[in-house]
């Protein structure tokens, strides 16, 4: 571990945060260009997903990274990132975010952890670890009668 990886892992995580809410501000999935996330993400990137969520699995590609965030966008009405805090040592980072969104007509507020791994200058894996699942599941299914 060299100080500038750990340095340029942040330099990159914040690029590509703002990146993602510039997108998001522009219209989000569907609507705003990708390439505006492109060059922060490795040509062969994996996105893991928890498989029980409607968009888990594992996304690869800037292509599956795309479909993904067209998936999140068909799902989730709101998802803002309110608080980040990024931790980096080398090529691995971790960041935990407190997240607020809406789904379903449904408010949710939960932290996310994410493992990122950087590599040559991209985020080459990213695997989040969600705070409760059930309660993000629950958020994205459509609602019952009694809800």
Request: hydrophobic share 40%.
């Amino acid at each position: 571990m060299t100080m500038s990886s750990t340095t340029d892992s942040v330099t990159l995580l914040t690029g590509m945060y703002a990146a993602e809410a510039e997108y998001l501000a522009v219209g989000g999935p569907g609507e705003a260009s990708f390439d505006l996330l492109a060059p922060f993400f490795a040509p062969d990137v994996e996105l893991h997903q928890v498989d029980a969520l409607p968009y888990g699995g594992t996304w690869r590609g800037h292509s599956g990274t795309k479909q993904f965030f067209l998936r999140m966008g068909d799902v989730w009405e709101s998802f803002d990132m309110v608080e980040q805090e990024i931790l980096a040592t080398g090529e691995t980072a971790v960041v935990l975010t407190q997240v607020r969104a809406r789904a379903t007509g449904r408010e949710l507020s939960s932290p996310i952890l994410q493992a990122i791994t950087v590599m040559d200058g991209r985020i080459t894996e990213v695997r989040p670890f969600y705070w409760d699942t059930r309660a993000i599941a629950d958020a994205c299914a459509a609602p019952t009668p009694t809800d």
